[in-house]
Nanobody, 121 residues
Framework: QVQLMESGGGLVQPGGSLRLSCAAS????????TGWYRQAPGKERDLVAR???????NYADSVKGRFTISRDNAKKTVYLQMNSLKPEDTAVYYC???????????????WGHGTHVTVSS
């Protein structure tokens, strides 16, 4: 069974930094596009950043220049480095990935359970 597990969330002061990790486990042939999304209380889940299997990236305008997404294919892990954090970055951050599994022989879309990020003084 394929799973995504996020980690690295927590409480940080404005201007601080956090690094989120999303590790994939299970029987996996390949991982295609992986993205980080976030959902603040009372709001919809929005894309934060996305990275393809060959490293092409795109970011939400609100995080450009502050957040960096990267991936380590050998570790099946995607990272989100978040710098200069603002209170408006407070949300639950979710990992999402398109994964090819030998069990299904097709690309399926998976979500992690989320990690909380709170930016507050």
């Amino acid at each position: 069974q394929v799973q995504l597990m996020e980690s690295g969330g927590g409480l940080v002061q404005p201007g601080g930094s956090l690094r989120l990790s999303c590790a994939a486990s299970g029987r996996i042939v390949s991982i295609n596009t992986t993205g980080w999304y976030r959902q603040a209380p009372g709001k919809e889940r929005d894309l934060v950043a996305r990275i393809t299997s060959i490293g092409w990236t795109n970011y939400a305008d609100s995080v450009k220049g502050r957040f960096t997404i990267s991936r380590d294919n050998a570790k099946k892990t995607v990272y989100l480095q978040m710098n200069s954090l603002k209170p408006e970055d407070t949300a639950v951050y979710y990992c999402n990935a398109d994964i090819l599994s030998p069990m299904t022989s097709r690309l399926d879309n998976y979500w992690g359970h989320g990690t909380h990020v709170t930016v507050s003084s």
